[in-house]
Structures are given as structure tokens and as C-alpha cells.
């Protein structure tokens, strides 16, 4: 009798025998750090960073990944981030302890511009709606905020290769990118 490994396809005999496909182990990992491209922090204003800041501290604080491919160590994988913001993208890179590329994230603007269009254009109607916060109208719009915030980490999570971020994680990367390409730090809500 053969044994399979890794969905490979033995013969014994006259008969093959076809192993099924395991799906690639997930290992979990933690981000230890994110950066801003220079040129993206260099041309910012101090509450722009500030702000970006705050967003980078509770992403690193609280991201989740899982990271393909074999587990060999029992700790989480620690992940080491770069945003870099491009006229015609918005690109994350994560790399290990070692410097290599374990996962990336390239939202063209042609895909990502929709998501936050409607993301400002929900957090102006609030910001500008003069509403208390227990109002009808301003519950609706904030359920609409969370609801392109959800569309707009699926997007995230889709387009990651190499690494999976849960929810939360991704919502927290989507926060972040709206932050770097729209300047939020004059709006109070």
C-alpha cells in the first residue's frame, strides 16, 4: 500500500491512487509594528500623525493574522507592517523576524475608492447633521457607518494573500487606511 502526502498522486501497481488535498496548515501571528511610507508621514500635519499614531497603537495591540503554510513553532509568528500610500494604490507589506514577505495587501484605487467614498460621505452626514447620538436618524447613519466599515474589511480580507486577518483585524486596517488618505482630524465625531 502507498501513502499520501500533500495531494500527491502515487501508483501502485496498475491503479492509481489519488490522496486528497490538505488545505495548508494556519499558523497564528501577532503584528509587532506598522510603518507609514516617508513620503506619507514626511508631507502629514502633527494631528494627522497623531491620529495615525493612535490607529497604529490599537491595531498592533489587538491584530490578529493567520499565516499560511506549516506551523513550525508553537508561539504566534511576530509580523513586522509597511502602509505605503501611491497615487494608484494602497499597498501593506508584513514580513517576519526575518525580513521575508509573509503577506501582502494591494488595494488598487479603482477598488478601494468606492468603499471610502461612501465611508466619508457617511461620516460627513454625521459629522454635519447636528444630531444627538440617541436621535433615529443618527442611529441609522451610524449602523450605515458600520455596515460599509464590515463591507470594507472583507474587501481587506480578501485581497490579503499569504496572511488572513480576522474581523476586527481588518476593520482596524480599513480605519487606518482612511485615515492616511483623507484628512479626518478636523472632524469631531
Given at each position: 500500500?502507498?501513502?499520501?502526502?500533500?495531494?500527491?498522486?502515487?501508483?501502485?501497481?496498475?491503479?492509481?491512487?489519488f490522496c486528497s488535498m490538505q488545505p495548508l496548515a494556519k499558523q497564528p501571528a501577532v503584528l509587532r509594528d506598522i510603518t507609514v511610507d516617508e513620503v506619507t508621514w514626511r508631507y502629514a500635519t502633527r494631528p494627522r500623525r497623531a491620529e495615525w499614531q493612535a490607529a497604529i497603537e490599537e491595531l498592533v495591540a489587538h491584530a490578529a493574522f493567520a499565516v499560511e503554510g506549516t506551523p513550525v513553532e508553537p508561539e504566534a509568528t511576530a509580523l513586522h507592517g509597511q502602509v505605503v500610500v501611491e497615487p494608484s494604490a494602497i499597498a501593506v507589506t508584513l514580513r517576519d523576524d526575518a525580513g521575508a514577505e509573509v503577506g501582502r495587501l494591494q488595494l488598487d484605487r479603482p477598488v478601494i475608492a468606492p468603499v471610502l467614498r461612501e465611508y466619508l460621505r457617511i461620516l460627513q452626514a454625521i459629522e454635519g447633521s447636528g444630531l444627538s447620538e440617541t436621535s433615529p436618524h443618527f442611529e441609522a447613519l451610524d449602523i450605515a457607518r458600520r455596515l460599509v466599515h464590515d463591507d470594507a474589511a472583507q474587501l481587506v480580507q480578501r485581497y490579503f494573500s499569504g496572511v488572513q486577518p480576522d474581523q476586527e483585524t481588518a476593520r482596524q486596517l480599513f480605519s487606518l487606511m482612511v485615515l492616511l488618505t483623507h484628512d479626518t482630524s478636523r472632524l469631531a465625531s
Open positions: 500500500m502507498t501513502q499520501c502526502s500533500k495531494g500527491i498522486v502515487k501508483l501502485a501497481g496498475p491503479r492509481l491512487h
